[in-house]
């Protein structure tokens, strides 16, 4: 759901789950030091712009964060319009010990990000481009593109694409994690679908990653991206769509007197989740009627008939209300959660703080039981809105997919990723929701069905870890080795760093 685009910092030290991490270069001078225009224009194309963070037309002009939760500090930002922008920018600010932060679609989340103050915004809103290739089955985006820029111009042509399921989301920085998605079960991981990428590296240099072309980078990129440059173009496969590009989609709400049941029906799937089905279950609970609920939405790419026996499923369960339509696969994400609007896609006005956990089996008890608990947690917090999400999507794809072809992601066997997305005022509860999410993710990891903690890096918190984010000790060596020859410096990864 969520996209982590080029970081470059440059902080003195830099705490991640009680590890320091020493930065190779020493912060010389801040931002603070320099006029950008000054700076900045003389190595950039007529068309970029510069912008300060207190100009008044900042928020309508410069990409902003869905989140304000450990958000990063800019005194300004800049919109490059080519590649030799980026590049430029990379260089004299890498000269000048100035921190960036490059921003697609602005859904990175991570307390690392918290660490990078004072820098530059290198907002690319000028690379949205999507150009399709229908004879060679490709699609090409820039590095500023979002998931919903896609929906159209594909579904058009006859085709489909494993895309993440918010529409706000930026391609490419949910590829560089991995890009779980609706369609994963039958095409895999948006990064499954990269054929090449174009990314600026620390030295500024402009290169191409493949499977031919710098090669280690290409298997970086695809997990750990964020570590090594700024994507600013990337080319992927595209597939014929599944059904002519009809989809079914089923939604039912259920009252928290369903809590149990509802768990015992997502544990038979377990098993036996098509590759063409996906379950999206959120919960949340409403402070103005002091009532919680249970949403679960289906989602199937094939005929009604295939996809009837789960929908009686949920029927048994007696929802207070539920639904089926079929619908163009352009438009499953509106039409999603009786037509709610994305819980990925707020503005900077919230305040999302992100916890999430990947599992490998259903517990009913301890679903039941954090169920429970968030009831509790909310009436005893009655600014919280948040909301639990799980996304149970088929493995069938992610695993299909050769093991000398994948990327860094190393959690493909992971039956559901749960998120905890909450919402609340400001910082002032966050000790508070971090002591309660830090409790309840080490509980579910007792139950997980996974040896060890896991968790998609998209979606992570960001003191877990690099074993957790990136997967076994050679997954680490083998990462550690490329950060070393691509960023020796260890000026990308601010988020979830890699280790070098």
Known sequence: MFDILGVVRLTAEMKVFGIGVILALPLLATA??????????????PGAEIYYANDSDWTQNVTQRWTTWDAPTYLGAIKPVTERDVQNIVKVASAHNISFLATGGGHGVSQGFANIQNAIEIDLANFKTVNLDIENNQLTVGGGATYGQLYDPLYNAGKEFPTGNAPCVGVIGATIGAGVGLLQGLHGYTSDALISARIVTA??????????????????????????????????????????GQAQNADFLFAESANRTVW????????????????????????????????????YFGIYDNFQPYVDQFLAISPTQWRNVTVPWNQLIASANFGAPSHGCGTNSSHINFFSIALNQTDPLTFQGFFDDLILFSQQNPSYTGAWVIERYSTQGPLAVPEETRGVYPWREAKMQLLWESDYPDSSLDSTVNAFYTQQRQHFDEFSGFHTFATYVNYAHGDEGPNVWYGDADNLARLSAAKRKWDSNNLFGAAKPVPL
């Not at 603070?32 to 194309?45: C, D, E, G, K, R």
């Not at 499977?211 to 750990?224: D, K, M, Q, S």
């Not at 964020?226 to 597939?239: D, K, M």
């Open 32 to 45: 603070q030091s320099y006029n950008l225009t000054a700076l900045f224009q003389p190595v950039l194309s």
């Open 203 to 244: 030295s500024g240099v402009l290169f191409e990653a493949s499977a031919t072309n710098n090669t280690e980078l290409f298997w970086a990129i695809r997990g750990a991206g964020a570590n090594f440059g700024i994507i600013t173009s990337a080319t992927y496969r595209i597939y014929d769509a599944t059904n002519s």
């Open 264 to 299: 015992n029906a997502l544990q038979t799937l377990d098993e036996t989740l098509p590759a063409e089905l996906s379950v999206t279950i959120t919960s949340t609970y409403n402070q103005t009627s002091g009532q919680a609920s249970i949403m679960v939405n289906l989602v």
